[in-house]
């Protein structure tokens, strides 16, 4: 960390230096961009990505998770007698949604964050200091990550200070404009954190305030925005250094700065493209004919194709309003013809429908890159071979996140690790640590037991154990294994019968590694 600017945390200013780079790509025209205050530039920006394209379909992404989908607005319309397009209000007009999309979001999140991640480090005392900053409620912000980064095609990590204490704040994609140096999208030089919060106005109604939060190299710039599109400072808003402390010598608040821009991306994959653009097209197809299959089988007499002969009267409205109530209808012959009504049957083949939503639904599983928990190659006892194919999919976008999160892990680690400098830990810049998702994946456990039988003699213990399907803390339990034989070992008998088992003689113990039964077959003792 570095001294701040000496700014109160309260001081508001509408003065905002960005220092951004010369090559930032988010920049426009150098010529157009000489002579503009950093302020005057930051409204410009805001102001075209609230309405770009890649913010409306972040937005669209969430809603159709939260499932508000285009069908709802399905209206079923006709042509009158001018030509013009009116609504059929009489008619029935469901509106069904079945979000197979939200459905492959969960599944893409659980996969690979459903269950906690592990770090690998050969330093013990690292490892216990991570866990004390990392912990269970920074992994299960790290699932909502995941999640966020599969709807918004990418979600963020702010680190901040809470009560003395490191926490990890998380944005949502719609919420952050980032100024990139480069174009891969790696180096951060400036962004825009901004979200809309509810505030009483004088007369005690509620209005939406749009809340702007510019971070730099010199710290935070608190604004609101107003409906012009201008920048107001923002006097409630914490403007100045990210983070103040009190000055042991001094005894007076003194205001630090990160050496890098508190603000992680964590991105799906480096195309930054929500999950709902590979599959929109299919998902509304699939609300649609769902719909239309239950908009055709509630129609009946009364709201279908009449055949009439001869009835009383001209007014068709009034007939079917009559024929609605009394279930009746008044015909007379006229000239020799005989009066009626007749019907005109449309049969509704449910099965083109049935065919119809099993494809869509197949096209949206292999677009999202996902598995179908009921495919036929799961039937019976299926084998390991059968069971890695239907992830195979799904693997595809688990090893490609899991990559870009690695990445971001490690720019993560920096801020962690200069947190455990400034709270008087150890200095662990340098040294490595891996991070390691563990994907929730359906195995065989009798084939997976097998192979690390098998696997004696050319794997350590150490490797059987974390293979081992049964056990979920490999340290723990190769502790728990190390400790029997310590106990074995002070206990001549214990120590022939543990013996006995890791040689396969008679008893009826096993391997504790390897699961092989103890016994020499015979069923005979000496």
């Known amino acids: 960390m570095t001294p701040g600017n000496g700014r109160d945390v309260c001081e508001v200013t509408d003065v905002v230096v960005l220092n951004l780079r010369d090559d930032c790509v988010a920049r426009t025209a150098t010529n157009f961009r000489r002579g503009m205050t950093d302020k005057r530039f930051l409204e410009l920006e805001i102001t075209a990505w609230l309405a770009s394209p890649e913010r409306k379909r972040q937005l669209t992404a969430e809603v159709y998770y939260d499932g508000q989908q285009d069908v709802l607005k399905r209206r079923r319309m006709a042509l009158d007698d001018d030509g013009k397009p009116m609504e059929l209000t009489h008619l029935p007009n469901n509106r069904l949604v079945n979000n ?14 459903g269950r906690p991640f592990s770090l690998d480090t050969e330093r013990k005392d690292y490892a ?50 980032p100024f990139w140096a480069d174009a891969d999208h790696t180096i951060l030089d400036a962004a825009v954190h901004i979200y809309v919060v509810e505030e009483y106005d004088e007369s005690e109604q509620t209005k939406a305030v749009v809340k702007v939060e510019v971070m730099h190299g010199g710290g935070v710039d608190c604004f609101i925005r107003r409906d012009d599109g201008t920048l107001e400072p923002d006097p409630d808003g914490h403007s100045g250094d990210y983070i103040t402390a009190e000055d042991p010598d001094t005894g007076k608040e003194q205001g630090y700065n990160w050496d890098r821009i508190p603000l992680v991306c964590f991105k799906s994959s480096h195309h930054e493209i929500p999950l709902l653009s590979r599959v929109k097209c299919l998902q509304d197809a699939y609300n649609d004919i769902l719909s239309t299959f239950a908009n055709q089988m509630e129609e009946d007499v009364h709201n279908t194709v009449l055949v009439i002969k001869n009835a009383e009267g001209e007014d068709l409205g009034k007939f079917r309003k009559n024929l609605a109530i009394y279930g ?85 680690l920096w801020f962690v690790n200069r947190h455990l400098v400034n709270t008087g830990k150890a200095n662990f810049d340098g040294v490595e640590v891996k991070v390691i998702f ?23 213990d150490e490797t059987i154990v974390k293979m081992h399907p049964w056990v979920s803390d490999p340290e723990q339990e190769l502790e728990r294994i190390k400790k029997e ?37 015979d069923g005979q003792t000496d």
């Open 485 to 521: 034989k310590e106990e074995a070992a002070a206990d001549p008998y214990q120590a022939a019968f543990m013996a006995n088992r890791q040689n396969g003689g008679g008893g009826s113990g096993g391997n504790p590694v390897t699961g092989q039964d103890g016994g020499d077959g």
């Open 100 to 113: 197979l999309y939200s459905k492959m979001v969960d599944q893409k999140t659980n996969y690979s964050f």
């Open 128 to 177: 216990a200091a991570l866990a004390t900053v990392l912990g269970a409620r920074f992994r299960r912000t790290m699932r909502t990550v995941g999640e966020g980064a599969w709807i918004g095609g990418k979600a963020w990590l702010y680190p901040y200070y809470e009560g003395g204490a490191l926490a990890f704040k998380r944005f949502p994609a719609d919420e952050v404009l």
């Open 328 to 412: 009746a209808v008044k015909v007379r012959s006229y000239e020799g013809s005989e009066g009626g009504v007749d019907t005109l049957t449309i049969e509704v083949n449910a099965e083109n429908y049935k065919v119809l939503l099993a494809l869509l639904k197949d096209a949206i599983i292999e677009n999202a890159r996902g598995y179908d928990a009921k495919d036929e190659r799961m039937s019976g006892n299926p084998n390991q071979m059968n069971i890695q194919s239907m992830y195979s999919d799904i693997d595809l976008d688990a090893n490609g996140i899991e990559m870009e999160f690695q990445a971001s892990m490690e720019e993560l």
């Open 438 to 460: 563990d994907r929730d994946v359906l195995i065989n456990e009798s084939e997976a037991i097998t192979n690390c039988k098998n696997s004696v003699g050319i794997l350590s």
